[in-house]
């Protein structure tokens, strides 16, 4: 139930003094492969502030793709996201992988670096460094034990995320860990992502399931409409099964995995009360069903009525009212709105009473029908809550 | 100091019992020309689920546009949104516009008609009608209360919002109320806003300088980055003055009452703790400047730790890193960013300390500088409060 369940991996964590209340903050995840079967594949912020380490490992899988690297090991730090940290930044990221190629006896440009939490402040590299080896030295005394790994990468994070998955054949399996719980928009969230497998993919296979399984599964939630200069997902092959899948049947699990540790994201979003589906239905184009679906759940008002289990759903028609024509053609006349199974709004008008709405429960589920086409689309949200304003004007100092 | 100080104009408002606690509710102003003089110009929401009232004004303004009609008043209703009411509130908002019509013994199409307040609940007409006799009496007994008028459209609104210039010549003046506490943002906020002048102007003038006006001040603000269904801003010119202005000039004092208003939504805003200016300067363009502006007051996370007195710059690159480079071509590595008199970022890195930066006044100044050309945009928002949480959990029931 972790990045250590698939065969060919090792993951440790450590507290190494980045995070100043003694937790866990540096995790290491090693793909022991063999050799030449390890593969790696990375999905990045789009953000243009994206942080050193984001570059870094950028980089280092470009250089795989031209087959001069193979990503082996990727380290991951909380207690500062050195992100927007200048010259400084870059050296400490290359630092790091140098660090880590040296203890693992592998390349630099073989290592990925991952950093989450403020933005803006330099590395405790003082205390960076030597947590690296001693970090690297418990993978290799006590190899399996990824719960400590995915410990290490929370930041706001209540609870540690993991999933794991079996193919059908039991032939491999998928593991992950991710953290996630601010900052949590496409594309994508304020997201550190490792997920591991046993199966033996090429290059290009990996490459293309993990972007498909991103777009369905971390670019399919938006918890707080803000995206990171952070932001990375990282596949690590080992092939050590020996088996090769199916591609599509591969993607389909890997997505399952993502959609697993995205609904964990969700669950443990800052101060949310509630986890809610918006689904657009009856789109003409999927995009346009997403298009209204981010329109929806980006919606503040919105947010703060489910906050007050109130379903307001003259925020919601207001919110789909400002996505354009273009991207979504509907007529305003014929859209239904039904939260908590009451169908509210009807034809664009009043439809059953509020009360029979339920939001009682923490899963809510918003279905927008356009009448409009055939397609749809979900993305996961919460509430917009007291808490999420203590936690966020309370966080950098 | 309102709708009434400029010649020509008369105004009153009442409680007509639309709200549930007895306040004002339902306001009338009438513009007694002369009648050869008499124009119109509005600018309204572009929300697709524009409500009956918008979609009869704007039908209203097309027929003026064309010779057809002269508007001569506007009903404006709080307490009752009629959007997202289907069949019956169009025939509410023609109802009221007719019933109107008869008091003033005016044509119905010269009627504008406004209203506020919860979307999807039809207009309680019974109220409505008879409130409109009094309300159409009392602007008749007692022309000159613009305040009962102001009083009258308010919501979540803590003060009425009046504004009053007059040309530097004397010869003509321009008077203005305004609504709007929440879904305040382009285009427009949830906003109902009347002007009123005394010069003589014809109807492209009036029209040019309304949409130049608006575009440099109700779009230039963005409480919650939720637009509304019920937006107007009309202008009444009622020639009374007998003075016809040089057009630029008329717009530039017309700017300046819509910025005053704009600046009072600002300061009444939902919960708000501070009045934030972000300015962005050293863009290549004022669409780019206005779109990394945009990007930042729509951040949840900026606006969560300006409400904790936080100066977290990290939030506001993180926020402008997502325009994408087409939009504001400039490079992340030379970006400055200085909040409350402090530079705490500079060239996209660590600025004088975070502590230098004085948060404590009610207004603060964040001044981004991409330094990748001349044009710069300032838009005002607010931050994200717990008040406001509890305004907008609790609005509706």
Redesign the interface.
């Known amino acids: 139930m972790s990045v250590t369940s698939p065969k060919g991996f090792r993951a440790a964590g450590t507290a190494a003094g980045l995070k100043t209340n003694g937790a866990k903050d540096l995790a290491l995840v090693v793909n022991d492969g063999p050799a030449d079967l390890a593969v790696a594949a990375g999905v990045f912020t789009?953000?243009?502030?994206?942080a050193a380490p984001v570059h870094l490992s950028r980089r280092h899988l470009a250089l795989a793709q031209s087959g001069l690297a193979v990503p082996r090991a990727v380290v991951l730090n909380s207690g500062g996201?050195n992100?927007?940290?200048?010259q400084?930044?870059v050296s400490d990221a290359a630092l790091t992988a140098q660090r880590v190629a040296e203890l693992l006896q592998i390349a630099p440009h073989d290592v990925l670096v991952c950093s989450t939490g403020?933005?803006?402040?330099?590395l405790a590299m003082d205390k960076l460094l030597p947590g690296l080896e001693e970090v690297a030295a418990t993978a290799q005394a006590t190899p399996k034990v990824g719960q400590d790994a995915a410990e290490a990468i929370m930041t706001t994070d209540t609870v540690p995320k993991q999933a794991q998955l079996e193919a059908p054949d039991g032939a491999y399996s998928i593991g992950g860990m991710a953290k996630g719980a601010?900052?949590l928009a496409p594309e994508l969230a304020t997201m550190l992502v490792v997920i591991t497998t046993d199966a033996v993919l090429d290059q290009a296979t990996a490459r293309q399931a993990l972007e498909q399984a991103c777009a369905q599964s971390f670019n399919r939630i938006d918890s707080?409409?803000?995206?990171?200069?952070n932001d990375s997902v990282i596949l690590l092959v080992s092939g050590a099964s020996g088996h090769r899948p199916e591609p599509s049947q591969f993607a389909q699990l890997l997505t399952a995995v993502a959609q697993d540790l995205a609904r964990q994201l969700i669950a443990d979003a800052e101060g949310a009360s509630h986890e809610i589906a918006v689904t657009v239905k009856g789109a003409l184009t999927e995009d346009g069903a997403l298009a209204v679906a981010r329109g929806i759940v980006?919606?503040?008002?919105f947010k703060?009525?489910m906050?007050?289990n109130?379903p307001?759903?003259?925020?919601i028609?207001?919110?789909?009212?400002?996505?354009p024509?273009a991207v979504a053609p509907f007529d305003?006349?014929k859209v239904d709105v039904t939260i908590g199974g009451a169908m509210v709004?009807q034809?664009?008008?009043?439809g059953v009473a509020?009360e029979q709405a339920d939001l009682t429960g923490r899963v809510v589920e918003v279905l927008v029908d356009l009448h409009a086409g055939t397609c749809q689309a979900t993305i996961w949200t919460n509430d917009?809550?007291?808490e999420?304003?203590?936690i966020?004007?309370?966080?950098?100092?």
Chains 1, 2 share one sequence.
Do not use: E, K
């Open positions: 789009a953000n243009r502030f994206a996201a992100a927007c940290t200048g400084q930044g403020l933005i803006g402040d330099s601010g900052m707080d409409g803000c995206m990171s200069t980006r919606s503040n008002l703060t009525a906050a007050g109130d307001n759903w003259g925020r028609l207001s919110a789909a009212g400002t996505v024509a305003p006349a709004c034809g664009g008008g009043p509020r917009l809550t007291h999420y304003v203590s966020n004007a309370d966080y950098s100092s």
